[in-house]
Structures are given as structure tokens and as C-alpha cells.
């Protein structure tokens, strides 16, 4: 009977140790927690939607798929011996900016392609402030882009042959190259969070955002830190030391980029699902297909995602101001196609958005690194690829919204025309005597365009076809001034005269110049 007593006492005593065990430990776990912000549980992640695996589940693929509403990474990297002050200043500039706290009760805003209609007349003061500064800053309505979660999902717009068409599963791998300069962070953050949704993990090899001396506190280390915590590594800034301008800076992604493909696309973009692949495939069928998505509207005013599900086609042109051109596809190539979603070529393109071979890119001639910021750039690739044994072709299984802005927000070079000169260095290299249509509107004020000689040198080594070729071959719906009956700038002069019955006579005189 003593012993039976003395063992119940003996297992009461050690069931008291074990509870004083377990509140220690609990003690000292919460104690640990709250120490140095590098070792303490992040709780502001991103609950990424899982576009691709979600919208694409019947599609299988060789690598395991994600869980929906699962975080994206586990904070693998942070940045190293930062200082706690520093790293809490960089948090509250994060949190100044990251809306997927502030707006997580209304999810629906700005989802599957809706916008936010802002009625400006009914802000407040201070709200009426911020939606201004937008438009000043960044010349399209940050202040509707703010109240959009930069996680919105987008509709599967594709054609239904598209949807159905098989994907390799060996396709090349992806670096996506964005340049960007004082961008929204709203904006640039909504694109890449849509390039990582909705991307096969295994394609997409990195995105890298280069940064073209932007001098908003936001671009600095808090982004860098914020990449650091949401995306595992896979995507990360490059930074120029001076402002370099769209060309250069691209040429500096590129130099650093580790994929198959370079992935062009501007910072103020969106992918939707199943964009990537059908740009790749087309890659990987021929090494110097270069190819371009086709590029919906995000409305600036609304950031509404437009979008038309049609077979037809636009593709790229230019006139002879050397300028961009958007038309339709000509009827000689609709007639080829054998069905509504076959890439087809495209004389130009725009610029912003296209996909080429990191060899092709480098053997090609890469860009011209003498042109200054932005402008030509799109048309001197253009001509090259075609007139140099490759092909440009508009892929319709490929989709990506853009905002077009109706003027630059950016500082540009003071006294230099930068779209002149570029469009000169085109024209000296690349159009032969073509060149003087476009010399006399500028009746032959040319300026000092840089050296050509390497440009020349490199259209030579590659043993390109000439620009005659190219507009009959590639470009034969080009307008050419010297067939038409008379060529040159047109003035007119309107003459009223009224008349005792009460009616006027308009004559209209048309000048030849």
C-alpha cells in the first residue's frame, strides 16, 4: 500500500514537471521571436493567386504544382547585416506604397480586367492631392492603379485553339528583361507578380528589372528588399549608375540575363495566362524567329484590361517620318494562314514587348548602343532581322496589356532631338538610297548623328539583303513618294465670299511645295 502511494505521488510530481516544462518553453519560443527583425516571422507576404496552375489544371506539367492561396516563398533571403533602424525604415517606405494589406477586404477591385472609375469630384483635399500627383508623376491615374490589388486576376482570353494546342514541355528557358525608370510601384509590382502567376516555373528563369537611376526613395532598397522577401530569389534588380536611356539599359539586362530567351517587356505591363509559352515555341522552332505578343490596352484612366477575342490581326508598319505604324493584316497573308491562331509576319514592331534567342540577339548586332534614350530603336532591329536572314512574327496565342500614355513623364536630353537622331542612324545604315524620302522632311538637317561606321560594318559581316528587298518582299503595301504623281509638303488656303443672294462661295486652293 506504501508503494502504491509513493508511485502516485512520484508520477503527479513528474506530470507537474512536464507542464512547468512546456511553459518555459512556450516562454522563451515568444521571447525569441521578438529579437533581431532579420530572425522574426514576416507576416505582410502577398497571397499569390496561382493563375497558371489554378486556370491551367488540366494542362500537366514536370513540376509539382503550387497550392492556391499559398505563399509564394518561405523569406529564403534577406538582406544581410542590415541594422534594425534601417530595416524598419525600409519597411514603413514598403508599406507607404504595398496595398495588399490596406485593400485585402475588397479583392473584387479591378479584377478579371474591371477597373476603378475615379470621380474626381467627390474626393477630398487631400485625396484630391494624391490623384493629381499621380497623373503629374507618372501620366496615367496612379490613384485608381492604388485602389487595384497588384495581385488582380485576368480572364483566359485566348482563342479556343490556342487552349487546345499541345506545350512542350523542352521549351528554351526565360530571363524576362524590364526597364524601368521612377515607375509606380503599384504598376511595376502588378506586372511582375502577373509574369510569376502566370508563367511555367520552369521556364521562367529569372526577371530582371533594370534600373534606369531612378531617384524615388521607394526604388532603392525597399524594393530590393521586398524582392528579396516575396519572390525566392527570382527576381532582382540591376542598376545603372547614370541615366542610360531604354536602349542601354536593355543592353545591360541583357549582358546579365542567364536565360535561353531574352523576354523584353515594359514596366507598365500585365501578362495573362498562357502568354510565355507560345512566344517560346515559336523560338525554339527556328533560333532567328523573333516574336512579339499581341499588346491589349490597359486603360490609363481606369486600368480597365481591354481586350478583343478576334482572328484578325494587327501587325506593325512604318511611314516615312519614320514613324510607327499600326495596320491590318494584308490579304495575301490572310489567305495563307491555315488557321485563326498561326503567327504571322510583321514588317515591324512596335518595341516595347518581344521575345528573341540570346544568341540570335548577340550575333545579330544586339542593339545600337550609340543611340541615345528611346525612339528608332524598334524599326533598326526590325529591318535587320528581316533583311538579315531572320523573321518578326506577331504570335496571336500571346497576350500582354499595356498602358500607352499620351506623353513621356521622363526627363529627356536637353538641346538633343533623340528620335531624330536615332531614326538618322537607321536610315545611314540601314536604307540605302531610300533615305532621302525621309531626308527631305527634314529637308536634309541632319545634325551631328554619331558614327555609323561599325553599324555599317556589322550590316556588311552579316550579308544582309538590301532595303529594296525588304519593302518587296516584307513591306510591299509601303507607300513609295516617287510613284505617286506629285511628291512633297501641301499647303491650302481657304477663301469666303459672300454673295447678294445670301450665300457664301468657298474656294479652296491646294499648294505643291
Same mark, same amino acid.
Given at each position: 500500500?506504501?508503494?502504491?502511494?509513493?508511485?502516485?505521488?512520484?508520477?503527479?510530481?513528474?506530470? @507537474?514537471?512536464? $507542464?512547468? !516544462?512546456?511553459?518555459?518553453?512556450?516562454?522563451?519560443?515568444?521571447?525569441?521571436?521578438?529579437?533581431?527583425?532579420?530572425? @522574426?516571422?514576416?507576416?505582410?507576404?502577398?497571397?499569390?493567386?496561382?493563375?497558371?496552375?489554378?486556370?491551367?489544371?488540366?494542362?500537366?506539367?514536370?513540376?509539382?504544382?503550387?497550392?492556391?492561396?499559398?505563399?509564394?516563398?518561405?523569406?529564403?533571403?534577406?538582406?544581410v547585416n542590415i541594422k534594425a533602424e534601417k530595416y524598419e525604415e525600409l519597411r514603413k517606405i514598403i508599406e507607404k506604397y504595398d496595398n495588399s494589406k490596406k485593400y485585402h477586404l475588397i479583392k473584387d477591385n479591378g479584377a478579371n480586367a474591371k477597373g476603378m472609375s475615379i470621380d474626381e469630384k467627390t474626393l477630398s483635399s487631400v485625396e484630391k492631392e494624391?490623384?493629381?500627383?499621380?497623373?503629374?508623376?507618372?501620366?496615367?491615374?496612379?490613384?485608381?492603379?492604388?485602389?487595384?490589388?497588384?495581385?488582380?486576376?485576368?480572364?483566359?482570353?485566348?482563342?479556343?485553339?490556342?487552349?487546345?494546342?499541345?506545350?512542350?514541355?523542352?521549351?528554351?528557358?526565360?530571363?524576362? *528583361?524590364?526597364?524601368?525608370?521612377?515607375?509606380?510601384?503599384?504598376?511595376?509590382?502588378? !506586372?511582375?507578380?502577373?509574369?510569376?502567376?502566370?508563367?511555367?516555373?520552369?521556364?521562367?528563369?529569372?526577371?530582371?528589372?533594370?534600373?534606369?537611376?531612378?531617384?524615388?526613395?521607394?526604388?532603392?532598397?525597399?524594393?530590393?528588399?521586398?524582392?528579396?522577401?516575396?519572390?525566392? /530569389?527570382? $527576381?532582382?534588380?540591376?542598376?545603372?549608375?547614370?541615366?542610360? /536611356?531604354?536602349?542601354?539599359?536593355?543592353?545591360?539586362?541583357?549582358?546579365?540575363?542567364?536565360?535561353?530567351?531574352?523576354?523584353?517587356?515594359?514596366?507598365?505591363?500585365?501578362?495573362? *495566362?498562357?502568354?510565355?509559352?507560345?512566344?517560346?515555341?515559336?523560338?525554339? @522552332?527556328?533560333?532567328?524567329?523573333?516574336?512579339?505578343?499581341?499588346?491589349?490596352?490597359i486603360d490609363k484612366q481606369t486600368f480597365e484590361y481591354k481586350y478583343s477575342i478576334s482572328s484578325r490581326v494587327s501587325v506593325g508598319g512604318f511611314d516615312w517620318n519614320m514613324q510607327f505604324t499600326w495596320h491590318g493584316l494584308p490579304e495575301r497573308l490572310y489567305k495563307q494562314r491555315k488557321s485563326d491562331h498561326d503567327p504571322v509576319p510583321s514588317p515591324?514592331?512596335? /518595341?516595347?514587348?518581344?521575345?528573341?534567342?540570346?544568341?540570335?540577339?548577340?550575333?545579330? !548586332?544586339?542593339?545600337?548602343?550609340?543611340?541615345?534614350?528611346?525612339?528608332?530603336?524598334?524599326?533598326?532591329?526590325?529591318?535587320?532581322?528581316?533583311?538579315?536572314?531572320?523573321?518578326?512574327?506577331?504570335?496571336?496565342?500571346?497576350?500582354?496589356?499595356?498602358?500607352?500614355?499620351?506623353?513621356?513623364?521622363?526627363?529627356?536630353?536637353?538641346?538633343?532631338?533623340?528620335?531624330?537622331?536615332?531614326?538618322?542612324?537607321?536610315?545611314?545604315?540601314?536604307?540605302?538610297?531610300? @533615305?532621302?524620302?525621309?531626308?527631305?522632311?527634314?529637308?536634309?538637317?541632319? /545634325?551631328?548623328?554619331?558614327?555609323?561606321?561599325?553599324?555599317?560594318?556589322?550590316?556588311?559581316?552579316?550579308?544582309?539583303?538590301?532595303?529594296?528587298?525588304?519593302?518587296?518582299?516584307?513591306?510591299?503595301?509601303?507607300? *513609295?513618294?516617287?510613284?505617286?504623281?506629285?511628291?512633297?509638303?501641301?499647303?491650302?488656303?481657304? *477663301?469666303?465670299?459672300?454673295?447678294?443672294n445670301k450665300s457664301y462661295i468657298v474656294y479652296l486652293n491646294l499648294i505643291f511645295i
Open positions: 500500500m506504501m508503494f502504491n502511494r509513493y508511485f502516485f505521488v512520484r508520477r503527479r510530481n513528474l506530470l @507537474k514537471l512536464c $507542464v512547468l !516544462g512546456l511553459f518555459i518553453y512556450i516562454f522563451y519560443a515568444s521571447s525569441s521571436s521578438q529579437g533581431h527583425p532579420e530572425h @522574426k516571422e514576416k507576416n505582410f507576404h502577398h497571397e499569390f493567386g496561382n493563375d497558371y496552375h489554378v486556370e491551367n489544371k488540366d494542362v500537366k506539367r514536370d513540376v509539382e504544382p503550387r497550392e492556391e492561396n499559398k505563399r509564394q516563398v518561405e523569406n529564403p533571403v534577406l538582406i494624391k490623384y493629381d500627383e499621380g497623373w503629374n508623376k507618372y501620366a496615367f491615374n496612379n490613384y485608381a492603379s492604388n485602389l487595384i490589388l497588384f495581385n488582380r486576376s485576368l480572364p483566359d482570353i485566348r482563342l479556343e485553339g490556342c487552349k487546345n494546342e499541345p506545350i512542350p514541355q523542352d521549351l528554351p528557358s526565360a530571363s524576362v *528583361i524590364m526597364c524601368f525608370h521612377n515607375e509606380a510601384w503599384g504598376v511595376l509590382i502588378r !506586372g511582375v507578380n502577373s509574369i510569376v502567376n502566370r508563367s511555367p516555373p520552369h521556364m521562367l528563369k529569372e526577371i530582371l528589372l533594370v534600373d534606369d537611376f531612378s531617384d524615388f526613395d521607394y526604388l532603392g532598397e525597399a524594393l530590393d528588399l521586398y524582392l528579396k522577401e516575396n519572390y525566392h /530569389g527570382k $527576381v532582382r534588380v540591376v542598376r545603372n549608375t547614370k541615366r542610360e /536611356g531604354l536602349i542601354r539599359a536593355r543592353l545591360h539586362g541583357a549582358r546579365e540575363a542567364k536565360g535561353e530567351v531574352l523576354v523584353f517587356l515594359d514596366s507598365h505591363i500585365e501578362a495573362t *495566362i498562357g502568354w510565355l509559352e507560345p512566344l517560346l515555341n515559336e523560338i525554339k @522552332k527556328d533560333e532567328t524567329n523573333v516574336v512579339t505578343p499581341i499588346i491589349d490596352v515591324t514592331m512596335a /518595341g516595347g514587348l518581344f521575345a528573341m534567342s540570346k544568341n540570335y540577339f548577340e550575333r545579330l !548586332g544586339s542593339y545600337d548602343a550609340q543611340m541615345d534614350i528611346w525612339g528608332g530603336e524598334n524599326l533598326e532591329i526590325s529591318f535587320r532581322i528581316w533583311m538579315c536572314g531572320g523573321s518578326l512574327l506577331t504570335v496571336p496565342c500571346s497576350h500582354v496589356g499595356h498602358i500607352f500614355r499620351e506623353r513621356s513623364p521622363y526627363k529627356w536630353l536637353p538641346g538633343v532631338d533623340v528620335v531624330r537622331k536615332n531614326s538618322i542612324r537607321v536610315a545611314e545604315v540601314w536604307m540605302d538610297d531610300y @533615305k532621302d524620302i525621309y531626308y527631305q522632311r527634314l529637308n536634309y538637317r541632319l /545634325g551631328n548623328y554619331g558614327d555609323v561606321t561599325e553599324r555599317k560594318k556589322l550590316r556588311e559581316n552579316l550579308n544582309c539583303k538590301s532595303f529594296k528587298w525588304f519593302i518587296e518582299n516584307i513591306y510591299p503595301e509601303l507607300w *513609295i513618294p516617287s510613284k505617286s504623281l506629285y511628291a512633297g509638303a501641301v499647303s491650302s488656303q481657304i *477663301i469666303c465670299h459672300f454673295n447678294p
